[in-house]
T-cell receptor
Framework: DSGVTQTPKHLITATGQRVTLRCSPR?????VYWYQQSLDQGLQFLIQ???????AKGNILERFSAQQFPDLHSELNLSSLELGDSALYFC????????????FGPGTRLTVL | ELKVEQNPLFLSMQEGKNYTIYCNYS?????LYWYRQDPGKSLESLFV?????AVKQEGRLMASLDTKARLSTLHITAAVHDLSATYFC??????????????FGKGTKLTVNP
């Protein structure tokens, strides 16, 4: 158990809908990262927040957005969902802006029908 | 853009045998990571390699890094069934904002057969 929690574990929704994925980092960690894992694209970095501020962006679609709240939990919002958005979404956390390790949560499996 | 290539992508081996997974990357990096993922599960941290010539070992797994060749290897010694999983290498790169991100290889799915 890495100490990173994600909810929900599974999410099934329809095309065109909007969902919110939630992540709570390990106690004391200020950085939160979001990754998408799909069969097509593999594991891809989406976005990073550090202490409430966006610090790095990867291959994140415009339909997706994220934020980190004062209590350091983070939410990833996915809108106008398409079939191709079906994937496993991981959150990871680390102590600082640059750290030796990122610790991964259990993931949220999103299925878009 | 940084590319991280792993090979092989699929590896089926017998218990007791040795094998090596290779990870090549296309740009300089300070750190290289190896993670393990069991089916439907999260990523488990295995090793972080910080410098040229670094070697780390844990049980039957040994990882090494050659920064000049931009190559890391994960060597499996006397494989056992419990090692069956997908193994990812990931390279850390700095971003414009002064932070960093991991770029992952496609993973090597290892199956150890009795």
């Amino acid at each position: 158990d890495s100490g990173v929690t994600q909810t929900p574990k599974h999410l099934i929704t329809a095309t065109g809908q909007r969902v919110t994925l939630r992540c709570s980092p390990r106690s004391g960690d200020l950085s939160v990262y979001w990754y998408q894992q799909s069969l097509d694209q593999g594991l891809q970095f989406l976005i990073q927040y550090y202490n409430g501020e966006e610090r790095a962006k990867g291959n994140i679609l415009e339909r997706f957005s994220a934020q980190q709240f004062p209590d350091l939990h983070s939410e990833l919002n996915l809108s106008s969902l398409e079939l191709g958005d079906s994937a496993l979404y991981f959150c990871a956390s680390s102590e600082a802006l640059t750290s030796s390790w990122q610790f991964f949560g259990p993931g949220t499996r999103l299925t878009v029908l | 853009e940084l590319k991280v290539e792993q090979n092989p992508l699929f590896l089926s081996m017998q218990e007791g045998k040795n094998y090596t997974i290779y990870c090549n990357y296309s740009t300089t990096s300070d750190r290289l990571y190896w993670y393990r993922q069991d089916p439907g599960k999260s990523l488990e941290s295995l090793f972080v390699l910080l410098s040229n010539g670094a070697v780390k070992q844990e049980g039957r797994l040994m990882a090494s890094l050659d920064t000049k060749a931009r190559l890391s290897t994960l060597h499996i010694t006397a494989a056992v069934h419990d090692l069956s999983a997908t193994y990812f290498c990931a390279v850390l790169i700095l971003t414009q904002g002064g932070s960093e991100k991991l770029v992952f290889g496609k993973g090597t799915k290892l199956t150890v057969n009795p």
